[in-house]
C-alpha cells in the first residue's frame, strides 16, 4: 500500500470514530434556514450543517459541496386479465442520495456515471433514523469521492489539452418549499374499470364476434405520487412534488399467417380527475379490439420497398420527436478528453439547421396546462436547486440552445433548470414540456389534401400512420389511393426515419397540437402536431412468424 492509499485508509478510520462520537451532536448551519414543520427537511438541514462543519479527513480535502436528496415515494398499481383482478399492491419507499464534491467547481472527483452514495430512509417521519441513514451514506460518498478524485487528476494528465469546461456550475441558493402531494385516485372505481376492460373482448356486443381470436385482454392502473426534498451547502432549500396516473389496455393475437399483432395505449394524467371517464375508457378498448380485427384481416405491407410521403398523425409525430429530436437536446457531456461539446446526434449542430425553417421549438417546465390538461413535465425548480426557465431549443430551424443542468458543455456555462434525476438517481439533462411550433401550421384536411395531391402527381399509392408501437414502429399504418380512400396494411417498418428526415423532409405541419404526457423514471411532456414528410422509407418487416394455437380457446359460455 503506498502512503497515499495508507493515509486514506487511517483518515476514513479516524472520521468514522470522529462522526459516530459526534452524531448527537448539532451544528448551525452557515446559511440561512427557512423555518419548516416538516421533520424530515429539518433533520435534513440540521445533519447537513453538522456534516458540513465536520467532514474533513486530517490531510485530505474538505468538500466544498454537499447534498441531500430525499425522494418519498407513494405507488399503487392493479392489473386484470380477461375480466379478473390478478394483481394489487401498493407501496411506500423513501431513498436518500447523498452527494459529496472534493475539489472545486472548476475540476472536481464528479464522473460521468453519477457520484455519491445512496440508502434507504425511514417510511415514518423519525428524524434521528433519517439522520443516521444521511451520516452513514455521507461517509460513503466522501469516501468515494476522494478516491474518484485522486484517480480523475491522475487521468486528466494523459491529456494534452486542459479541461476547459468547469465541472459542476455555480448556482445561487433558492428556498421553495410547497406543499406534500398524495395519490388521489378512486380505486375501487378504477380496480372495477380495469377487470370490465379486460373482459370487454368477450362481453361487448360490437366485438364478441371476434373474441376467440384474441390470445391476451390485459388492463391496468397504476398512481404514483412523489415528494422531493433536496438540500445542500449553497443555501438550497426545496421540497416539491408531482403525481401522475396512467391507466392501460393491451390486447393481442395473431393474424392467419402467424403474425403477432396487439393494439397497446392508454390514458395518462397528472391530474386524476383528468383521466379517462368510464364511457371513454370503453371506447378506447372497443376501437382497440376492433382495430385488432381489422389487422388480422389486413394485407401485408408490399414487398417492394417504398420511398415517399408519409403523413404521421400528431400522437404519431410527438412519437417520432420524442425518439428522435429529444435526445439530442439533452446535453449530456461527453467522454473525459473528447472535444466534443456533448452527446448525440446534435453534438455538432449547434448553430446549424436540425429541422425546417418554419418550426421552431421550446421546453417550457413553467407551463402547467395546456389544451385543457395539466402537463406532467412540469415543475418550478429543477432537480438540482435551480429555478425552471422555458428554453428556445430551435428558432427558425436552428438549434439555438440545449438543455443543460449544473454539468456545463462547450458554450453553455451555466444550468437553465433542466437537471433532472428519477428517484434515487443523479440528475441529468432532461427535457420536461416540450412545444413544437410552425409558423406556417394549417388544418389537418388541408395535409390531406397534399396528400393525395402528391398521390396523384406521382401515380401510386401513399401511407398515412394513425399511431406507433416499440420504436418506431408502424400500429395502423393505412396505405392512401389517389381516390382518397385507405387501406389498414400489418407487417410494415419504416426505412431511413432519422434525423435526416427532421431536418429535410417535413413539407407540411398541421395546426391539431397533441399533447403526450409520459410517466416515465423523469416524467414529460411532448405537444406536436400532425406532420407530413415527403420522403420516408416503408419495408416489410423481418419478423419470425410464430405458430398458431393449436386448439381454441375455452368457449365463452363456459362449456
Same mark, same amino acid.
Given at each position: 500500500?503506498?502512503?497515499? $492509499?495508507?493515509?486514506?485508509?487511517?483518515?476514513?478510520h479516524?472520521?468514522?470514530?470522529?462522526?459516530?462520537?459526534?452524531?448527537?451532536? $448539532?451544528? *448551525?448551519?452557515?446559511?440561512?434556514?427557512?423555518?419548516?414543520?416538516?421533520?424530515?427537511?429539518r433533520?435534513?438541514?440540521?445533519?447537513?450543517?453538522r456534516?458540513?462543519?465536520?467532514l474533513? !479527513?486530517?490531510?485530505?480535502?474538505?468538500?466544498?459541496?454537499?447534498?441531500?436528496?430525499l425522494?418519498? @415515494?407513494?405507488?399503487?398499481?392493479?392489473?386484470?386479465?380477461?375480466?379478473?383482478?390478478?394483481?394489487?399492491?401498493?407501496?411506500?419507499?423513501?431513498?436518500?442520495?447523498? *452527494?459529496?464534491?472534493?475539489?472545486?467547481?472548476?475540476?472536481?472527483?464528479? *464522473? $460521468?456515471?453519477?457520484?455519491?452514495?445512496?440508502? &434507504?430512509?425511514?417510511?415514518?417521519?423519525?428524524?434521528?433514523?433519517?439522520?443516521?441513514?444521511l451520516?452513514?451514506?455521507?461517509?460513503?460518498?466522501?469516501?468515494?469521492?476522494?478516491?474518484?478524485?485522486?484517480?480523475?487528476?491522475?487521468?486528466?494528465?494523459?491529456f494534452?489539452?486542459?479541461?476547459?469546461?468547469?465541472?459542476?456550475?455555480?448556482?445561487k441558493?433558492?428556498?421553495?418549499?410547497?406543499?406534500?402531494?398524495?395519490?388521489d385516485?378512486?380505486?375501487?372505481?378504477?380496480?372495477?374499470?380495469?377487470?370490465? #376492460?379486460?373482459?370487454?373482448?368477450?362481453?361487448?356486443?360490437?366485438?364478441?364476434?371476434? #373474441?376467440?381470436?384474441?390470445?391476451?385482454?390485459?388492463?391496468?392502473?397504476?398512481a404514483?405520487?412523489?415528494?422531493?426534498?433536496?438540500?445542500?451547502?449553497?443555501?438550497?432549500?426545496?421540497?416539491?412534488?408531482?403525481?401522475?396516473?396512467?391507466?392501460?389496455?393491451?390486447?393481442?393475437?395473431?393474424?392467419?399467417?402467424?403474425?403477432?399483432?396487439s393494439?397497446?395505449?392508454?390514458t395518462?394524467?397528472?391530474?386524476?380527475?383528468?383521466?379517462e371517464?368510464?364511457?371513454a375508457?370503453?371506447?378506447?378498448v372497443?376501437?382497440?379490439?376492433?382495430?385488432?380485427?381489422?389487422?388480422?384481416?389486413?394485407?401485408?405491407?408490399?414487398?417492394?420497398?417504398?420511398?415517399?410521403?408519409?403523413?404521421?398523425?400528431?400522437?404519431?409525430?410527438?412519437?417520432?420527436?420524442?425518439? @428522435?429530436?429529444?435526445?439530442?437536446?439533452?446535453?449530456?457531456?461527453p467522454?473525459?478528453?473528447?472535444?466534443?461539446?456533448?452527446?448525440?446526434?446534435?453534438?455538432s449542430?449547434?448553430?446549424?439547421?436540425? @429541422?425546417?425553417?418554419? &418550426?421552431?421549438?421550446?421546453?417550457?417546465?413553467?407551463?402547467?396546462?395546456?389544451?385543457?390538461?395539466?402537463? &406532467?413535465?412540469?415543475?418550478?425548480?429543477?432537480?438540482?436547486g435551480?429555478?425552471?426557465?422555458?428554453?428556445?431549443?430551435?428558432?427558425?430551424?436552428?438549434?439555438?440552445?440545449?438543455?443543460?443542468?449544473r454539468?456545463?458543455?462547450?458554450?453553455?456555462?451555466?444550468?437553465?433548470?433542466?437537471?433532472?434525476?428519477?428517484?434515487?438517481?443523479?440528475?441529468?439533462?432532461?427535457?420536461?414540456?416540450?412545444?413544437?411550433?410552425?409558423?406556417?401550421?394549417?388544418?389537418?384536411?388541408?395535409?390531406?389534401?397534399?396528400?393525395?395531391?402528391?398521390?396523384?402527381?406521382?401515380?401510386?399509392?401513399?401511407?398515412?400512420?394513425?399511431?406507433?408501437?416499440?420504436?418506431?414502429q408502424?400500429?395502423?399504418?393505412?396505405r392512401?389511393?389517389?381516390?382518397?380512400?385507405?387501406?389498414?396494411?400489418?407487417?410494415?417498418?419504416?426505412?431511413?426515419?432519422?434525423?435526416?428526415?427532421?431536418?429535410?423532409?417535413?413539407v407540411?405541419?398541421?395546426?391539431?397540437?397533441?399533447?403526450?404526457? $409520459?410517466?416515465?423514471p423523469?416524467?414529460? *411532456?411532448?405537444?406536436?402536431?400532425?406532420?407530413?414528410?415527403?420522403?420516408?422509407?416503408?419495408?416489410?418487416?423481418?419478423?419470425?412468424?410464430?405458430?398458431?394455437?393449436?386448439?381454441?380457446?375455452? #368457449? !365463452?359460455?363456459?362449456?
Amino acid at each position: 500500500m503506498n502512503n497515499r $492509499s495508507s493515509l486514506l485508509s487511517r483518515g476514513f478510520h479516524k472520521y468514522s470514530l470522529l462522526a459516530a462520537a459526534s452524531c448527537v451532536l $448539532s451544528a *448551525t448551519l452557515s446559511f440561512a434556514q427557512p423555518q419548516s414543520s416538516d421533520p424530515m427537511l429539518r433533520a435534513m438541514q440540521a445533519e447537513l450543517g453538522r456534516e458540513k462543519a465536520l467532514l474533513v !479527513l486530517p490531510g485530505m480535502q474538505r468538500p466544498y459541496f454537499i447534498e441531500y436528496q430525499l425522494d418519498d @415515494l407513494n405507488s399503487y398499481e392493479a392489473v386484470a386479465n380477461y375480466g379478473a383482478l390478478t394483481r394489487e399492491e401498493s407501496n411506500h419507499q423513501r431513498v436518500v442520495r447523498v *452527494t459529496v464534491r472534493v475539489g472545486d467547481y472548476a475540476i472536481d472527483n464528479s *464522473t $460521468s456515471r453519477g457520484d455519491g452514495a445512496i440508502a &434507504l430512509a425511514p417510511r415514518d417521519n423519525n428524524p434521528e433514523a433519517l439522520r443516521y441513514a444521511l451520516w452513514t451514506a455521507t461517509d460513503m460518498a466522501y469516501k468515494n469521492a476522494l478516491q474518484n478524485y485522486a484517480a480523475k487528476q491522475a487521468a486528466l494528465k494523459q491529456f494534452q489539452n486542459p479541461q476547459m469546461e468547469h465541472d459542476f456550475a455555480e448556482a445561487k441558493p433558492v428556498v421553495h418549499v410547497a406543499p406534500l402531494v398524495a395519490i388521489d385516485l378512486d380505486r375501487n372505481a378504477w380496480k372495477q374499470r380495469i377487470i370490465d #376492460a379486460s373482459g370487454l373482448f368477450e362481453t361487448a356486443p360490437e366485438v364478441r364476434a371476434s #373474441a376467440e381470436q384474441v390470445q391476451y385482454s390485459t388492463a391496468n392502473v397504476r398512481a404514483v405520487a412523489v415528494n422531493r426534498y433536496l438540500v445542500n451547502t449553497e443555501g438550497t432549500v426545496v421540497r416539491q412534488g408531482y403525481t401522475g396516473y396512467a391507466a392501460g389496455i393491451s390486447v393481442g393475437g395473431q393474424a392467419p399467417d402467424g403474425m403477432r399483432l396487439s393494439r397497446d395505449n392508454g390514458t395518462t394524467a397528472a391530474d386524476a380527475r383528468e383521466m379517462e371517464t368510464w364511457p371513454a375508457f370503453r371506447k378506447r378498448v372497443i376501437d382497440d379490439l376492433q382495430s385488432l380485427a381489422a389487422l388480422r384481416a389486413a394485407p401485408v405491407v408490399p414487398a417492394e420497398d417504398y420511398h415517399g410521403p408519409i403523413l404521421f398523425s400528431g400522437d404519431a409525430a410527438s412519437d417520432v420527436m420524442a425518439h @428522435l429530436f429529444v435526445p439530442n437536446i439533452e446535453a449530456d457531456r461527453p467522454a473525459m478528453g473528447t472535444t466534443a461539446r456533448t452527446t448525440g446526434a446534435y453534438a455538432s449542430s449547434y448553430k446549424s439547421r436540425v @429541422l425546417p425553417e418554419t &418550426l421552431s421549438v421550446t421546453d417550457d417546465p413553467l407551463m402547467t396546462r395546456f389544451a385543457g390538461k395539466t402537463l &406532467l413535465g412540469a415543475y418550478a425548480v429543477d432537480d438540482e436547486g435551480v429555478p425552471a426557465q422555458p428554453v428556445d431549443v430551435v428558432v427558425k430551424g436552428i438549434l439555438q440552445n440545449y438543455l443543460i443542468g449544473r454539468e456545463p458543455v462547450r458554450d453553455f456555462p451555466s444550468s437553465n433548470g433542466h437537471g433532472r434525476s428519477a428517484p434515487g438517481q443523479v440528475a441529468h439533462s432532461r427535457a420536461s414540456v416540450v412545444i413544437v411550433k410552425s409558423s406556417e401550421a394549417v388544418p389537418v384536411s388541408e395535409l390531406n389534401k397534399r396528400l393525395l395531391a402528391m398521390a396523384k402527381e406521382q401515380g401510386r399509392d401513399v401511407y398515412a400512420v394513425e399511431t406507433l408501437g416499440g420504436p418506431l414502429q408502424p400500429r395502423l399504418l393505412y396505405r392512401v389511393h389517389a381516390d382518397g380512400s385507405r387501406e389498414l396494411v400489418r407487417g410494415a417498418a419504416f426505412d431511413e426515419l432519422d434525423n435526416r428526415s427532421l431536418r429535410s423532409d417535413i413539407v407540411g405541419v398541421g395546426n391539431d397540437d397533441y399533447v403526450a404526457n $409520459s410517466l416515465g423514471p423523469v416524467p414529460q *411532456t411532448m405537444i406536436a402536431p400532425s406532420m407530413l414528410f415527403d420522403d420516408v422509407g416503408v419495408k416489410r418487416a423481418v419478423e419470425e412468424q410464430q405458430k398458431l394455437p393449436y386448439y381454441p380457446p375455452p #368457449a !365463452l359460455d363456459g362449456k
